[in-house]
């Protein structure tokens, strides 16, 4: 991995470039895998199945290629800049057309760059998407601290607040004085945060994650308590579908993320735990890996957590979780935002954020709509229905 170093506050270029000797030993250490014995159960309710991570190891050691992967990484713009004493690595794509609106789209876990790149082309040139000149956006994807290409903290502090006011002050250095931001996951949370800051500048926010839950409500989620009187069915579901997800991940990182030395040390630890985020994801990829042509391909998984092994982030982005609970941050509560909101509802995401917590949630909300198909990784899976819903989110905007 190279750059061209200058002062702190410089927007520096950036190259990925893995030696082949690390590619040799990610192999080597695939083949020398100790496998447990198969589940005990005919489903993945004991989490990853051995048939998925077996396949997925037959392909990643034997069939994979980086190195398309890294020259396609290439063919984009790269730079690193400091900010808050910390190196945040970012894709900037401007479009060929002048008034484009500028975009800060955040990722999340286990995701990264890959989660958002199929975005870059319909966004920056719509003329070739189905869109038109007045659709462009110029194109910011920011790697998360602690993951990629981004510099990995080495105190505390670096919580979802503080990355909004990071990806604030970066807008603000490339130049952009009127801009838009879009997230999920983790990038959902810290756009929400991006617009209870609001930074000069930043004039709407699109999610498809939604912080929506009331307090009480998302009180009685997590201690388990019964559900405040007065919810609609569609209220209830939605609590339902939060609880189905177990979480298992984000309890480990969010309280031993140091423990997991296994995930820096093991590129099958490390996939399996990144496979198991939610089981409707799992599911999907489970089929990508047993011949299934469906959202994401094998290759944009092992894209992802081939990046994750490279920059040896298992751990660094793991932090992200324990720096959310000693800040007491609500996964799916509400942040109090007040710029103009967009939300995306997607079927098979960790719950179905409903209109009537939506407009409670985000008072100048502009948009609302729920999609037939996509889930947790909605820009990863479905580009072509995010593509659309930033277009008509921003529309009013421009």
Aim: hydrophobic share 40%; net charge negative; aromatic share 10%.
């Amino acid at each position: 991995m190279t750059q061209t170093t200058t002062n702190s506050n410089a927007i520096r270029p950036f190259q990925v470039h893995i030696a082949e000797e690390e590619i040799i030993e990610l192999r080597r250490r695939i083949n020398a895998t100790r496998w447990p014995e198969k589940e005990t159960v005919t489903d993945q309710s004991q989490g990853v199945q051995l048939a998925t991570i077996q396949e997925l190891a037959r392909y990643w050691a034997n069939d994979y290629d980086w190195r398309k992967v890294e020259a396609k990484l290439n063919a984009m713009p790269h730079f690193i800049t400091e900010i808050d004493g910390l190196d945040i690595h970012f894709i900037h794509v401007r479009s060929k057309h002048e008034n484009a609106m500028p975009i800060v789209i955040a990722h999340g876990w286990p995701g990264s760059i890959f989660e958002q790149m199929k975005l870059i082309e319909p966004l920056t040139n719509p003329t070739a998407f189905g869109g038109n000149e007045a659709d462009a956006f110029h194109v910011v994807i920011p790697s998360m601290p602690g993951y990629g290409f981004s510099g990995k903290p080495t105190t505390t502090g670096w919580d979802p607040k503080r990355i909004a006011s990071a990806y604030g002050e970066l807008m603000t250095r490339l130049g952009y004085t009127k801009y838009v931001a879009h997230g999920g996951d983790w990038g959902a949370i810290v756009v929400d945060f991006m617009g209870v800051q609001e930074p000069k500048g930043l004039i709407g926010l699109h999610t498809n994650m939604a912080g929506v839950i009331p307090a009480d409500a998302d009180a009685a989620i997590w201690s388990g308590n019964p559900l405040p009187s007065g919810l609609s069915d569609e209220e209830k579901k939605a609590c339902a579908q939060v609880l189905e997800n177990k979480f298992a991940y984000a309890a480990m990182m969010g309280t031993r993320p140091q423990t997991l030395t296994g995930l820096v040390d093991s590129p099958i630890g490390l996939a399996t735990f990144m496979l198991d985020h939610d089981w409707k994801s799992l599911a999907l990829i489970a089929r990508s890996f047993a011949g299934v042509q469906e959202g994401l391909t094998r290759d944009d998984v092992l894209d992802n957590i081939s990046l994750f092994w490279f920059t040896n982030s298992g751990i660094s982005a793991s932090r992200i979780y324990w720096e959310n609970g000693q800040a007491g941050i609500s996964f799916f509560g509400i942040k109090g935002v007040k710029l103009p909101v967009a939300v995306s509802v997607y079927p098979d995401e960790l719950y179905e954020a409903p209109k009537s917590w939506a407009e409670k949630a985000y008072p100048n909300l502009i948009h609302y709509n729920k999609l037939p198909k996509g889930g947790h990784f909605a820009a990863w899976e479905q580009p072509e229905y995010v593509t659309l819903e930033l277009r008509t989110a921003f529309k009013t905007l421009r």
